[in-house]
């Protein structure tokens, strides 16, 4: 038992060391890359953008299906949602489980701002150091807001604006709960979601949020159904 006890610490301590170094070599690079253009100048940037649709003016139906879908503990984490990680790893291997990444929206929000998409684990840590200043310096729905108005919703559509007007001809804050909920599932996989050529894809995804809405509380079981069979008209598709 001795011999068993003191492996045991050792394993812990190895894991200790290696779990600070790479937080601290993350948090090396977050710094320099924070010298060349901090997370706030990225933040004013994009607010200054002509098209950009403040939190306000944005469909209440399409925030609640992101939260759903993308990281219904959104309002309770601090940039970091290590039980999401937890989830999305036991949706990997259970049927249970909507399958799901660990990254919660304010990560994707900085991994998109900066263009870090090659997902190295370095990365990973720099995203959740960047994670951690965002919501410092901004509220959750700023948060929200600068993600919808960034995010890739497939055939060249980036932000809310260019997705709502091109796709359906209305306004952010217009979009119906049908709208909403097949906007919200395409960010996940842009190019096998988007409503040009892979309509059923993103049908197949819509259902998967409303399942989620419903799981969080924002509609009701009963309107699943209804709301996925509605006729959603696509501009141009």
């Known amino acids: ?3 068993l006890k003191k492996i045991f610490i050792i394993l ?8 600070t170094g790479y937080m601290l070599l993350s948090y090396q690079k977050f710094k320099n890359i924070q010298e060349q253009k901090s997370i706030q100048q990225c933040v004013i ?6 098209n950009y649709v403040s939190y306000e003016y944005i469909s209440q139906d399409l925030i609640h299906a992101t939260v759903a879908i993308e990281d219904r503990r959104f309002y309770n984490h601090g940039g970091v949602d ?9 949706s990997q291997f259970s049927d249970s489980f909507i399958r799901s990444g660990g990254s919660t929206i304010t990560q994707q929000t900085v991994k998109n701002l900066y263009g870090l998409f090659d997902g190295n684990f370095l990365d990973k840590g720099c995203q959740m150091w960047m994670a951690w200043e965002l919501e410092s310096i901004c509220t959750k729905e700023e948060i929200l807001a600068i ?5 890739n919703y497939g055939d060249y559509n980036f932000g809310i604006y260019e997705a709502s007007t091109n796709y359906f001809g209305v306004y952010p804050s217009e979009l119906s709960l049908a709208q909403a909920t097949l906007l919200a599932g395409i960010p996940n996989l842009p190019g096998y979601y988007q409503l040009s050529n892979h309509y059923e894809n993103a049908k197949q995804r819509q259902y998967n949020v409303l399942v989620c809405m419903e799981q969080c509380g924002y509609i009701e079981e009963n309107q699943i159904d209804s709301i996925y069979n509605e006729s959603v008209y696509v501009n141009n598709y």
Not at 12 to 19: G, T
Not at 45 to 50: P, S, Y
Not at 82 to 90: S, T
């Open 1 to 3: 038992m001795k011999a």
């Open 147 to 151: 993600y919808l108005n960034i995010i």
């Open 45 to 50: 940037e994009v607010q200054n953008q002509a």
């Open 12 to 19: 812990v301590l190895i894991v200790c060391i290696v779990v």
């Open 82 to 90: 290590f039980i999401g990680v937890g989830r999305a790893l036991v």
